[in-house]
């Protein structure tokens, strides 16, 4: 067999092995795209259930039951709730708040400074009225004077960390409206990567 013989047989062995390696390379390329297009699309699905969670939390659950979201702007509360903390605050009856509760209540009756300390003891005054020692959990002594009954804005029911900050920023109407454009983008992205899922889909389906 002469040398362009050889030369001739060999091209088609070479030309099937460079074929093989640009099909595997094209497949990894492939399979590195939908796993980058699966994290995102999972991660825009997480980032989507963290903001409905916040929008029912700090939105829906304080105005159906009448309760009202507020952040912790001081240290006196570490660790239990640092600053920046978002604490839901929800009417309870004077009757029962006990010690070990996280009360918030005005500092002076009628204004609008509000507390958010722990109650250390439950006193009764003279008239039978009750009153509340409170502490901050991080201060060395109680606060100044106990709570009566007309300051108390009601008790702690939950506290969500760092989401304080960012509900301070949007009140009222301005932080429904944040959180339904914030939702309504995910919803689109989740969409769009959904809908290109599909079409990579189809377009590896072998045609008959």
């Given at each position: 067999?002469?040398d ?11 030309s ?28 825009t ?30 240290s ?7 600053p ?48 509340f ?35 301070a ?21 989740a ?7 599909l ?10």
């Amino acid at each position: 067999m002469t040398d362009s013989a050889v030369q001739q047989a060999d091209q088609p062995a070479d030309s099937r092995r460079a074929r093989r390696a640009a099909d595997r390379a094209t497949s990894s390329r492939r399979g590195v795209r939908a796993t980058f297009r699966a994290f995102g699309t999972g991660l825009t699905f997480g980032l989507l259930l963290l903001f409905v969670g916040i929008g029912i939390a700090t939105i829906v659950v304080p105005a159906v039951t009448g309760s009202t979201a507020l952040t912790v702007r001081t240290s006196s509360m570490e660790p239990a709730l640092p600053p920046g903390t978002m604490v839901v605050v929800r009417p309870t009856q004077v009757s029962d708040i006990r010690p070990g509760m996280v009360l918030t209540y005005q500092l002076n009756s009628g204004k609008d400074t509000l507390v958010t300390h722990r109650v250390t003891q439950k006193q009764f005054l003279a008239d039978g009225s009750p009153v509340f020692v409170t502490k901050g959990d991080a201060n060395p002594q109680p606060d100044p004077a106990p709570v009566q009954e007309v300051q108390i804005r009601g008790t702690v029911w939950y506290a969500i960390p760092y989401v304080g900050w960012v509900t301070a920023v949007f009140t009222g109407q301005s932080k429904a409206i944040a959180i339904a454009i914030a939702v309504g983008g995910l919803l689109t992205y989740a969409a769009w990567m959904v809908v290109s899922s599909l079409r990579d889909r189809a377009r590896k389906k072998p045609t008959s």
